[in-house]
C-alpha cells in the first residue's frame, strides 16, 4: 500500500507560478508511474500529467502543455508539479497518484490509477 501526501497548493494570481509536492509512504517509488489530476468544482477529476517510473517520458494534458513539468525524485520518494503561468482555469484539487502496473502506459494511467493522496486546493486569482 502507498499512502501519497501533497503539498504546495495555494492562492496565486494569473500569470504566476507553484510547485506541488507528493511524499510517498509505505513503499519506494521507483517502480511506480507517478501522475498529478485535477478536479475543478463542478467538474470532474481530470488527468493533467504523468511521468514513467524511469523518469524517461511524461505526457501532458493539451492545456497545460509548456506550461507545467512533471518530476520525480525516486531518492526522497516525491514527485513534483511546477506551474506556472496558471490561468483562472487551472483552479482545482490537485491529486497525486501512483501505479505499480506498466502495461499500458500512459494511455491506462491518464484514465486513473491505483493510489491517490487526498489532494491539495490552488486558487488561481485574477
Known amino acids: 500500500q502507498v499512502q501519497l501526501v501533497e503539498s504546495g497548493g495555494g492562492l496565486v494570481q494569473a500569470g504566476g507560478s507553484l510547485t506541488l509536492s507528493c511524499v510517498a509512504s509505505?513503499?519506494?517509488?521507483?517502480?511506480?508511474?507517478m501522475g498529478w489530476f485535477r478536479q475543478a468544482p463542478g467538474k470532474e477529476r481530470e488527468f493533467v500529467a504523468v511521468i514513467s517510473w524511469s523518469s524517461l517520458t511524461t505526457y501532458y494534458l493539451d492545456s497545460v502543455k509548456g506550461r507545467f513539468t512533471i518530476s520525480r525524485d525516486n531518492a526522497k520518494n516525491t514527485v513534483y508539479l511546477q506551474m506556472h503561468s496558471l490561468k483562472l482555469e487551472d483552479t482545482a484539487v490537485y491529486y497525486c497518484?501512483?501505479?505499480?502496473?506498466?502495461?499500458?502506459?500512459?494511455?491506462?494511467?491518464?484514465?486513473?490509477?491505483?493510489?491517490w493522496g487526498k489532494g491539495t486546493l490552488v486558487t488561481v486569482s485574477s
Open positions: 509505505g513503499r519506494t517509488l521507483n517502480e511506480y508511474v
Open positions: 497518484a501512483a501505479d505499480d502496473r506498466k502495461a499500458g502506459y500512459p494511455g491506462v494511467h491518464t484514465r486513473g490509477m491505483k493510489y
